[in-house]
């Protein structure tokens, strides 16, 4: 199956400084990779998503790339402000083979704390 | 209506006791999931319903009964849990485009059941 590794765990960062998350996988057959910020307590959302046809996808202060080749897909977000403060969760998926549902698999997280 | 809901919000329990968990959405998906999510960790997939059937079960243990009545509908029946069984149990919703090659579905989150069992 899939695998997800994340990095860093923890990355704090001054207010209006860029952040920098990575991510690997494993299943060159995944090609959705979203992105999700979950504040404390709350549900995960999604920030961004990239498809495996696409190499750099931005919105606004968010960016996301993927090297398909390498297995690497990375976000990154410029002028954080502090309410950038969440866990940030990636994510690679494939269709689900017996029907088109999709199965995401996580990455371990990273808790971004923007410091004012 | 652009949303999942999930009720209760919170929920105690003891070992012997059996309840349920609701999962709500209008916005036409045809997939909803339920995930188990421990504090600091990320969501882990339990089940997958795909129009309405039981498409993934994540070896999970028969305490966890999931059904999905109908297309807006999903349950997780719970019975004789642990206490390690203590988590968040959110649920999701995406479309489910049969018979199309290659989707990509945001999946739609709700807030989540605060289990705790004792």
């Known amino acids: 199956g899939e695998n997800v590794e994340q990095h860093p765990s923890t990355l704090s960062v001054q207010e209006g400084d860029s952040a920098v998350i990575k991510c690997t996988y494993s299943?060159?057959?995944?090609?959705?990779f979203p992105w999700y910020k979950q504040e404390l307590g709350k549900r995960p959302q999604l920030i961004i998503d990239?498809?495996?046809?696409?190499g750099e996808k931005k919105d606004q202060r968010i960016a996301v790339t993927l090297n398909k080749t390498a297995k690497h897909f990375s976000l990154h977000i410029t002028e954080t402000q502090p309410e950038d403060s969440a866990v940030y969760f990636c994510?690679?998926?494939?269709?689900?083979?017996?029907?088109?549902?999709?199965?995401?698999?996580f990455g371990s997280g990273t808790q971004l704390t923007v410091l004012p | 209506d652009t949303e999942v809901t999930q009720t209760p919000k919170h929920l105690v329990m003891g070992m012997t006791n059996k309840k349920s968990l609701k999962c709500e959405q209008h916005?036409?998906?045809?997939?909803m999931y339920w995930y188990k999510q421990k504090a600091k960790k990320p969501p882990e997939l339990m089940f997958v319903?795909?129009?309405?059937?039981?498409?993934i079960n994540e070896s999970v243990p028969s305490r966890f009964s999931p059904e999905c009545p109908n297309s807006s509908l999903l349950n997780l029946h719970l019975h004789a849990l642990q206490p390690e069984d203590s988590a968040l149990y959110l649920c999701?919703?995406?479309?489910?485009?049969f018979g199309l090659g290659t989707t990509y579905n945001e999946q739609f989150f709700g807030p989540g059941t605060r289990l705790t069992v004792l």
């Open positions: 999701a919703s995406s479309q489910a485009l």
């Open positions: 319903y795909s129009y309405e059937k039981l498409s």
């Open positions: 994510a690679a998926s494939n269709p689900i083979s017996s029907g088109s549902a999709r199965q995401l698999t």
């Open positions: 916005m036409g998906h045809r997939a």
């Open positions: 990239i498809r495996s046809n696409v």
């Open positions: 299943d060159s057959a995944s090609n959705y």
